[in-house]
């Protein structure tokens, strides 16, 4: 059940969507009861409601997450089915009723590993805090071989087929969602991966995106990005005014490509912030560009980099680049910005006005101090 929002393009306002998404709910029939798992964004309520027209009973609403978009028609279906009850995590319930007002005695927590026996079809709820609220939980359906992961594993898209089957589409909307939204939750996921490694499922049915029916292929490129190993990438943010900071990028870029990195240039002012996160996931290396405004780095290289701090990537290296009109606390400020990252500063090239040849050279030692840390990480 649920909706494949085809025209949706930004997700909490922050988030671009390129591709749409869905909100993808299920419903689970045993012979004795049945059990309905997440439901829809709000706006998409009245959808849910005419799929759920003809289901006499929902015994359980099992909400996995309580973001509003798998919630928001969770009030609906309890006005519906005055029978139903909803079964979340222990710190869902709060977050469900302070977010959504539902009334607190309609509520039964589940426990980690806990069964719930629908009449020859069970669910067990397996915990998995921080993918990517601290409330989040994925439900087992062993007699089925289904694994219902909501956000985890999903993929923001839309597309008219059940199935992922191999589309390589599907697989990068799935590393965009994982830089996005599950990137700083890194460690955490690599230990719910190894849970999941102990059940047995044929499919995983995320509440975003086609249904895996090949779960190996999704399972092992998380483990990938959840790994410390990072790849010879190095991911090149930057803005530039007047063409100066600009001209040392290019510089760079090119010194570092005939080195053997590769290099994922960003110009802030028309980056899809979804490529440079993706970028992210695998990179040993970020140089940030930036001209001074205000004494500072400019705006938007501010955003990028705080977000950067924020999805709290595995790169190793780190440089600062740029130039300024007479003086500079860029380095300072940029600095101040990015706790979070554990990088070794490789160094910093700054030139005031248009880069001349001992900028150059500096770049070139630049690239050559990058070229020797990714040949040894
Ligand atoms: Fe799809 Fe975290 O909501």
């Known amino acids: 059940m649920g909706y494949v929002d085809w025209n949706r393009r930004l997700f909490d306002s922050l988030i671009p969507l390129p591709d749409g998404t869905s909100y993808n709910a299920y419903l689970v029939r045993g012979s004795e009861?049945?059990?309905?798992?997440?439901?829809?964004?709000?706006?998409?309520?009245?959808?849910?409601?005419?799929?759920?027209?003809?289901?006499?009973?929902?015994?359980?609403?099992?909400?996995?997450?309580?973001?509003?978009?798998?919630?928001?028609?969770?009030?609906?279906?309890?006005?519906?089915?005055?029978?139903?009850?909803?079964?979340c995590s222990p710190k869902a319930k709060d977050l469900l009723v302070d977010h959504l007002g539902i009334p607190a005695e309609r509520v039964r927590t589940v426990e980690d590993g806990e069964a719930l026996p629908l009449g020859g079809k069970t669910l067990r709820f397996i915990h998995t805090p921080w993918v990517h609220w601290p409330e989040t939980m994925v439900s087992h359906l062993p007699e089925d071989r289904i694994l219902f992961s909501c956000d985890f594993l999903g993929s923001h898209v839309a597309m008219s087929g059940l199935y992922a089957g191999g589309d390589p589409r599907v697989y990068e909307a799935a590393k965009r969602y994982y830089a996005e939204i599950m990137m700083p939750f890194r460690k955490m996921i690599r230990n719910?991966?190894?849970?999941?490694?102990?059940?047995?499922?044929?499919?995983?049915?995320?509440?975003?995106?086609?249904?895996?029916?090949?779960?190996?292929?999704?399972?092992?490129?998380?483990?990938?990005?959840?790994?410390?190993?990072?790849?010879?990438?190095?991911?090149?943010?930057?803005?530039?005014?007047?063409?100066?900071?600009?001209?040392?990028?290019?510089?760079?870029?090119?010194?570092?490509?005939?080195?053997?990195?590769?290099?994922?240039?960003?110009e802030l002012s028309v980056t899809d912030i979804g490529k440079l996160a993706m970028a992210l996931v695998d990179a040993a290396t970020i140089v940030i560009?930036?001209?001074?405004?205000?004494g500072g780095p400019h705006p938007a290289v501010y955003s990028a980099t705080h977000l950067a701090n924020a999805l709290r990537p595995k790169l190793k290296y780190a440089a600062i680049i740029g130039s300024y009109g007479w003086g500079t606390q860029a380095v300072e400020k940029i600095s101040a910005l990015i706790p979070n990252l554990k990088v070794e500063v490789l160094g910093t090239v700054l030139c005031k006005g248009r880069p001349a040849e001992g900028t150059f050279a500096e770049l070139n030692s630049l690239a050559e101090a990058v070229r020797e840390r990714h040949a040894s990480a």
């Open 33 to 87: 009861k049945t059990a309905l798992i997440d439901t829809v964004d709000p706006a998409m309520a009245g959808v849910l409601k005419g799929q759920l027209a003809d289901v006499e009973r929902i015994d359980y609403l099992v909400s996995q997450h309580a973001e509003q978009d798998h919630s928001g028609a969770v009030p609906l279906v309890l006005e519906m089915h005055e029978e139903c009850t909803v079964l």
């Open 192 to 266: 719910h991966l190894k849970k999941l490694r102990g059940l047995e499922f044929d499919r995983i049915a995320p509440s975003h995106g086609p249904v895996y029916d090949d779960p190996e292929r999704i399972l092992s490129a998380y483990e990938g990005w959840v790994s410390d190993e990072v790849s010879n990438i190095a991911v090149i943010p930057y803005v530039s005014m007047h063409g100066s900071t600009e001209a040392m990028v290019d510089h760079l870029a090119a010194a570092l490509a005939e080195r053997g990195v590769t290099v994922e240039k960003f």
């Open 289 to 294: 560009g930036t001209p001074t405004v205000h």
